[in-house]
Structures are given as structure tokens and as C-alpha cells.
């Protein structure tokens, strides 16, 4: 991905759309971060109860690891990692080169709905970042 700006009006966007597409789905919490660990975007009623900046960096820190990972198998990149705990489940995905999508929900959720769901929502908000 090219350089780009990042602007309130084009952050806002992709907040909608990550409202829209997940968090009226149900699902509890929604990062959108960039590789570095920083946090672009936070969704969801629960931000205020989790270290989103530790999430955020720890979330970066495992796809660089992962990525490692997937070289010595003979993979170029894994775009996505899930993790199942007994209350609350969280999935990561790659969103283009330069971010990743972190989704924390509940069993009253499906991990398919969020895969759907994270997946249209990928090329939406690597649209977004593109066009703004």
C-alpha cells in the first residue's frame, strides 16, 4: 500500500462500517491497528475495559511471529488467527499490507458470522484508506 494520510473524516468511515458489518452483529469490541501495533480505530462498548495500546501492540508483535512461522512451512503470510477462551473468543485478520482487524466476541456469536463478516469487511475499509 501506498503512503497515506490519515484524516477524522476517513477514520470515521471506516468506524461505520466496522459498527455496521460487526459490532451490531453482536460482537464486543473491534480494533482496526496497522502492523506497527498502533490503534487507528476502536469499536464497541467494552474499548473502555481493555488495555486497547498492550492488545493492540501484542496483536502486531504475533503476526510478525506468525509470519515467521508460515516461512518455515513454506507459507508466505497466515491472513488470519482465531483464539478460542471460555467466555470470550478474539480473531485477528490482515486487512491489505498494512493493517489488521481485531474482533473479540462472545459465544452468543458465531466464529462464522465473523469470518463473513470481517472478510467483506476487508476490502471496504482497504478501499476507504485507498481512496482517501
Not at 112 to 124: A, H, K, P, Y
Not at 125 to 131: A, H, K, P
Request: net charge negative.
Amino acid at each position: 500500500m501506498a503512503d497515506f494520510v490519515l484524516t477524522a473524516a476517513t477514520l470515521d468511515k471506516a468506524r461505520q462500517e466496522i459498527d455496521d458489518a460487526l459490532i451490531k452483529a453482536g460482537v464486543k469490541t473491534v480494533l482496526l491497528i496497522d502492523d506497527s501495533g498502533n490503534v487507528l480505530a476502536s469499536c464497541g462498548e467494552e474499548t473502555q475495559k481493555i488495555d486497547t495500546t498492550s492488545l493492540a501492540a501484542l496483536a502486531a508483535a504475533n503476526f510478525g511471529a506468525t509470519s515467521q512461522i508460515a516461512r518455515l512451512i513454506g507459507e508466505e503470510d497466515f491472513s488470519l488467527l482465531f483464539h478460542k477462551g471460555k467466555r470470550d473468543s478474539i480473531h485477528f485478520a490482515r486487512i491489505g499490507e498494512a493493517f489488521i482487524l481485531i474482533t473479540i466476541f462472545g459465544e452468543d456469536v458465531s466464529l462464522g458470522l465473523v469470518r463473513l463478516r470481517v472478510s467483506q469487511l476487508s476490502d471496504t475499509i482497504e478501499n476507504i484508506f485507498e481512496n482517501a
